[in-house]
């Protein structure tokens, strides 16, 4: 079923394609390197640096501006046309990512998840990583209870250990913020651990955002207050944490705020469970954001809804890998 699928939509977004030239969303989160990274969200600064140098010869990338404009004016991409953008806001965004998109001249889009720029507190899944996977001796069952359901887990082992981390974020991610901190208080209690995080996983400082922001190379967006999937949200608490995120940025910066990404952002579902769905578009129509990414794969035509649309997740590809697909990408 799943190699149908995938074949239905290369024909499908080759069709599209054949009828208008697409712009390609890339989606990174981590430029840095890491002793492990179970999400795969970082990509080494070395490749990194490859990718935006093929992108700076072979492709026309576009600023958020520019591919507002194209969005909102339903006017066809130019050839071969990029956008990069960010989600989250690490620290390295700004260290390690910035210092090469100045390099090569490759404008990006930062969303700035808000509620833990300027602490040492990471957010829930690496503390999940921080608390699970590095080192300490941690107790050979837990018990913790999640929105009032009781869940145990084998943690004798490192594969047990591996297992209930996975288990864990699973559960999480279609978790409301308070129900998240809850767990992760459980786990601190349980490990022995404190909430303090790593150095290697803050967020930017304020003065880094600001910074960032002033950029001709980068432009900030909104990605919620504390990062939950939105559609698990009622359309008022959308509205609030979308809408904090947005108020808090507006304030710091002193600019108007356009846009904003939704968290994890996929179109898949478990059941009832959506990381977005039509009451997070009517939130953000209603606080006035203009260009709104999701998470699924696709390309963008001028008929893309831009309030969900595809973007394409980066991994730590080296060049060649990342030269293969962002020529499919392109397939027309």
Known sequence: M?????K????MHYVANKVQRPAVILLYHRVTEL????QQLSVSPAHFNDQLAHLKSDYNVLDADQFLYHVQHKKAFPERAVFVTFDDGYADNYHEA???????EVPALFYITTSKIDTSYELWWDDLERILLTDGTLPATLQINIDGRL???????LTAIRETYYALQTILRFCKPAVIEAAMQQLYDWSG???MGRASHRLMTWDEVRDIGQSPFATIGCHTHRHPAVGMLTYEEQLA???????ILEAILAAPQVHFSYPFGGRKFLGSKRYYNADSIRACKALGLQLVCANYHGQVHSWSNPFALPRIL???WPLEVFRQHMEQFFKY
Do not use: C
């Not at 979308?242 to 108020?247: H, L, V």
């Open 241 to 247: 944490e979308i809408g904090a995120s947005k108020e």
């Open 98 to 104: 910035m210092p090469l998109l100045v390099k090569h």
């Open 2 to 6: 799943g190699n149908l699928s995938g």
């Open 8 to 11: 239905i939509f290369s024909v």
């Open 193 to 195: 651990k404190s909430a």
């Open 151 to 157: 869940w145990e887990y084998a943690t004798g082992t």
């Open 314 to 316: 980066v991994r730590d």
């Open 35 to 38: 002793s492990q990274d179970p």
